[in-house]
Every structure is written in C-alpha cells, then in structure tokens.
C-alpha cells in the first residue's frame, strides 16, 4: 500500500513529463505519413501510452513491417488493442472477425512508441531517427 501511494504522489510529475515526451513526438513526427494521437482541447491525457497508426497506402509499409523493423533496432514498440470482440470470450458469444470493421482497421494500424518519464533525450532522438529510418526504407 505504501509503494501506490508513494507513486501516487508522483502522478502529477510523472504525467507532466509524459506531455514533454508527447509535445517532442508531435513535433517531430508530423511530418511523417502517420496519423499522431488525437488530444481533444478540453481534455487532459495520462499519455499513458503513445499509440501512432500507421497506413499501407501512405507509407509503403505494413504495420508489421515497421513494427518489426523497429523492434530490430531495440526499440521497445508494441502492438496494443486487440477488439474485444476477437477476444475468446466475445467470439463464444457468436462475434467474429469484422464485425467492427474500425476496431479491426485500428488494430492493424496502430504501434505504440516509448513512453515513460524517465525515457530522456537521447533515447528520443533514436526512436525518431529509427522510425525515419524505417519509413524511409524502401
């Protein structure tokens, strides 16, 4: 109990942070064909996580294709959101693939960067220039 509200304390430091770390994304990455995460002005995200999507049509490359290349490069990227529907549970209740056609597209797309409060400087500029590299890779 001790160590959650000890971090607890921390929640709102941590979260600032996390809007620096997504401030320095946002700006370098919106000039690559890549839809960024969308914050809404009357909201506040724990940017909890950084989820970016990924087209076919606009950047040449699957979703796993830059999911893997980037992992080859010691980023710690992740693939996030499977649609509950596609869950066992959901799918023994008679819900299967494409039902919810966006929860698909969403899923196929997305990759989500680092994002945690003490990822620093350097780390940053690597994880830009690895997806740079990546998407710039024919």
């Not at 959101?81 to 959901?90: G, K």
């Not at 350097?122 to 990546?134: A, F, L, P, Y």
């Amino acid at each position: 109990m001790r160590l959650g509200l000890n971090q607890l304390k921390r929640l709102n430091n941590y979260v600032k942070i996390r809007h620096k770390i997504a401030e320095y994304y946002n700006s370098k990455l919106r000039k690559f064909p890549i839809t960024l995460p969308f914050q809404a002005q009357n909201t506040y995200s724990s940017y909890h996580l950084y989820p970016i999507r990924v087209k076919k049509n606009l950047t040449g490359k699957s979703q796993k294709k830059i999911y893997n290349s980037l992992l080859k490069k010691s980023i710690a990227v992740n693939i996030l959101y499977i649609p509950v529907h596609r869950q066992p549970f959901y799918e023994d209740l008679g819900f299967k693939k494409n039902d919810f056609p966006e929860a698909e597209k969403f899923h196929n797309e997305v990759i989500c960067l680092p994002m945690y409060p003490t990822l620093n400087d350097d780390q940053k500029n690597i994880i830009i220039k690895s997806i740079e590299t990546v998407l710039n890779n024919k």
